[in-house]
């Protein structure tokens, strides 16, 4: 089982939708968790980023953590064809260790 | 601004060649990691390094070899490429005492033939 799991997709979204991208983790001394965004042929770059339990918003996006499901979430509201691309969550049990990926899922936003 | 590169960005070396890809981070972030990414796979940690002098193995350390003589740079030495070893290997730095937000390199495409 790897520590971080998520589901490849494609996850398929119409333009305006929510999109719902999920992962689940299996060491419980994870203390903070990532979601990165990346389009194809380029870096991961930074979303969000969240580590107590709750909901985190920031502008259309939505972080979701329960760490007794050890569930975390990202919420893509009104989705727009940029947001097309492969979403990765990671997490770290700490600020200076290592952080650990899932496989990412792929996003697609149909027009 | 500061940032962080990688060299070469793409690369082609035979089997058994010995292959250094290049890491520099001008952030002056103490931790530096080397990941390589397949697909399937995701991202999977090969080395890392919190400090100068300081390197610690990943989950895919198996030919690679790491070392971190000054803050800024952190090369990565396949010392043998196999055909197993084609990837795309990202870079990326942290600061001690932040968010523990990684930043990336561009990607190095690395394919051993």
């Known amino acids: 089982q790897k520590e971080v799991e998520q589901n490849s997709g494609p996850l398929s979204v119409p333009e305006g939708a929510i999109a719902s991208l999920n992962c689940t983790y299996s060491?419980?001394?994870?203390?903070?968790f990532f979601w990165y965004r990346q389009y194809s042929g380029k870096s991961p770059e930074l979303i969000m980023f969240?580590?107590?339990?709750g909901d985190k918003e920031d502008g259309r996006f939505t972080a979701q953590l329960n760490k007794a499901s050890q569930y975390v979430s990202l919420l893509i509201r009104d989705s727009q064809p940029s947001d097309s691309a492969t979403y990765l969550c990671?997490?770290?049990?700490?600020?200076?260790?290592?952080?650990?990926f899932g496989t990412g899922t792929r996003l697609q936003v149909t027009l | 601004d500061a940032e962080i590169t990688q060299s070469p960005r793409h690369k082609i070396t035979e089997t058994g060649r010995q292959v250094t890809l290049a890491c520099h981070q001008t952030?002056?972030?103490?931790?530096m990691f080397w990941y390589r990414q397949d697909l399937g796979h995701g991202l999977r940690l090969i080395h890392y390094?919190?400090?100068?002098?300081?390197?610690n193995k990943g989950e895919v350390s198996d030919g690679y070899s790491v070392s971190r003589s000054n803050t800024e740079d952190l090369p990565l030495t396949l010392e043998s490429a196999a055909s197993s070893q084609t990837s795309v290997y990202f870079c990326a730095s942290s600061r001690t005492g932040d968010t523990g937000e990684l930043f990336f390199g561009e990607g190095s495409r690395l394919t051993v033939l």
């Open positions: 969240i580590y107590s339990n």
């Open positions: 390094s919190y400090g100068v002098h300081d390197t």
């Open positions: 952030w002056n972030h103490n931790n």
């Open positions: 060491d419980r001394g994870s203390q903070s």
């Open positions: 990671a997490a770290t049990r700490g600020t200076a260790s290592k952080l650990t």
